[in-house]
């Protein structure tokens, strides 16, 4: 059975810093690029970053540079999101994604059902 568990969330105040884990179960977590994407309430879903598997090369949304921080622990089936700095538009569900494009072309893309993370002004 596959899982993503987000957590970390919480109330912070601006400018405070959060780190989001998203511990995974049921799948070869070392094949799958994570990703970590958020919706804020009215709005659509968006790209926070992501980072490769193997050589765990990661990218970011270009408007998410310099505060964000994607990570894995391959050993831990775990993906990280580090946010700092803190701002009141940061308040959103944050939601792992982890997705495998194989050989064949097939797709395999898992959610998990996300943490909230409310920024205080």
């Known amino acids: 059975q596959v899982q993503l568990v987000e957590s970390g969330g919480g109330l912070v105040q601006s400018g405070g810093s959060l780190t989001l884990s998203c511990e995974t179960s049921?799948?070869?977590?070392?094949?799958?690029?994570m990703k970590w994407y958020r919706q804020a309430p009215g709005k659509e879903r968006e790209l926070v970053a992501g980072i490769a598997h193997s050589i765990s090369r990661s990218d970011y949304a270009e408007s998410r540079k310099g505060r964000f921080t994607v990570s894995r622990d391959d050993t831990k089936r775990t993906a990280y999101l580090q946010i700092n700095s803190l701002k009141f538009e940061d308040t959103a569900v944050y939601l792992c994604?982890?997705?495998?494009?194989?050989?064949?072309?097939?797709?395999?893309?898992?959610w998990g059902q996300g943490t909230q993370v409310t920024v205080s002004s």
């Open positions: 994604n982890a997705r495998l494009e194989d050989l064949d072309g097939r797709i395999f893309e898992y």
């Open positions: 049921g799948f070869d977590f070392h094949d799958f690029t």
